[in-house]
């Protein structure tokens, strides 16, 4: 009975990301998020997007611990950054993590995966602005300290990279990059912050093992 229902579970994630990708090509969309969620964002695509698993249904399934606990983490964070249109903001996030999980599974589709210097950089730039005084606080989201400092995180279990996956952690890399602070003022609500072609911009990724890419970066 417990392997029926583990193979059921199974069956209706894999029809849930089908479902996904079918809707509308994850790429050709805009990823809006609000500057405060970005923090549960990055931290739950540096899950979302990894390769620990042997599928990407395994991949996404080992992800839920992790979007229970940001999401469980909502209440407070929408009531010290989004009093007045917390719900929307609720609903925003749950999509956003949705669009995550159809990216992951067409990445992975594609062969073009995350590489781990990018998750590490996304894990930690998550995990310390939410470990942070001012965060925590519903003050501000500072990046100027946490950002250098996630530059520097070492990477385990990298030894080789295609040359297009380093093209690709130089293209993640500038599309992540968050600087300066975001403070929160009075009366006001939050600038979304949009991504476009969806949160990798995965149609202008190069993917491994594609020939024309190798030969057009011969030197």
Known sequence: MADCRATLRKVALTAALAASAMA????????????AILPLTYRYAACAFA????????QIASCRP????????LDTILSDYHRRNGLFVRRQTMRGFRQIDAE????WEEGKTVPKVILTYLDCLGTRQMESDTYSS?????????????RKVPVEGEVFMTRAAIDRAKMLFQRFRVRGRAVKVSGSEWQNMEFRYGF????????????????????
């Open 66 to 73: 992790l979007r229970d606990e940001l999401e469980a983490s």
């Open 24 to 35: 509308a090509p994850a790429q050709a969309k805009v990823f809006v998020v609000s500057p």
């Open 51 to 58: 390769q620990d698993e042997a599928t990407i249904e395994a």
């Open 200 to 219: 990798l911009g995965l149609d202008r990724l190069p993917a491994d093992g594609d020939p024309e890419y190798d030969k057009s970066t011969e030197s």
């Open 138 to 150: 519903g003050n501000s989201l500072d990046w100027i300290t946490i950002e250098p400092e996630c």
């Open 104 to 107: 992951a599974a067409e990445a």
